[in-house]
C-alpha cells in the first residue's frame, strides 16, 4: 500500500500568509495526486487535481505542484475561508490513500 | 448540475447490515467511476470502495474487504454499498463521490453501530 504522509498536521497562520503544505507519498506516483479542503461540519471539496490542476471554481490563489513522491499545496495569501482541514489523496494504485490531513487555524 | 445525494443511514447493532444508497444526476452516471469515501467522528477520510463504469471492476480497501459490496444501476443511476456483519468501527459519515479523483461529493449518509 502507498502511504500519504502529510506536513504539518496542524498550523496557525495569519491572513495574507502563504501557506504550503507537503504530501509525501511513499513510492512514486506520477501526477495522481489531489487535494481536498474540508471545513467543520462540511462535505470536503477538491482543490487541486492531477497535482496542479486547478478545480474549476476555486481561487486562483490556491496552487499545487509535485510529481513522483513530494508535493505541494500553496495558498499564496491566506483568507478567512481558507482556516479548514486540507487533505491530499493519491489515486496511482489500490487501495486508495488520503493523507492526515492538516488543519490551518488562525494565529 | 452535479448531484450526489446518499441515504439509508441508521443506526445498527454489531454485527448487523445495512444498505446506502447514492442517487446521482445532472452527468452521465454510466460514463464515471464511482466511490465511496467514510469519515468516522473527529478523524480524516478513508477511501472504502470503488466501482468501474460497467460495474466489471470493483476495489475496496481491507479493512471491509469480504464484507462490504459496493454496486450501482445504471439505469436508475443509483451508487450502492451493501454492508454487512457492521463493527463499531464503521461508525461514520459514508460519502459517494464521482469518479477515482473524487470531483463531486454527495453531503453524506450516517452510519452508527453501536448497541
Known sequence: DIQMTQSPSAMSASIGDRVTITCRASQGISNYLAWFQQKPGKVPRRLIYASSSLQSGVPSTFSGSGSGTEFTLTISSLQPEDFATYYCLQHYSYPLTFGGGTKVEIK | ?115
Open chain 2, 1 to 115: 448540475e452535479v448531484q450526489l445525494v446518499e441515504s439509508g443511514g441508521d443506526l445498527v447493532q454489531p454485527g448487523g447490515s445495512l444498505r446506502i444508497s447514492c442517487a446521482a444526476s445532472g452527468f452521465s452516471f454510466s460514463d464515471y467511476w464511482m466511490t465511496w469515501v467514510r469519515q468516522a467522528p473527529g478523524k480524516g477520510l478513508e477511501w472504502v470502495a470503488n466501482i468501474k463504469e460497467d460495474g466489471s471492476e470493483k476495489y475496496y480497501v481491507d479493512a471491509v474487504k469480504g464484507r462490504f459490496t459496493i454496486s450501482r444501476d445504471n439505469a436508475d443511476n443509483i451508487l450502492y454499498l451493501e454492508m454487512n456483519n457492521l463493527g463499531v468501527e464503521d461508525s461514520a459519515v459514508y460519502y459517494c463521490a464521482s469518479d477515482v479523483r473524487l470531483g463531486n461529493w454527495g453531503q453524506g449518509t450516517l452510519v452508527t453501530v453501536s448497541s
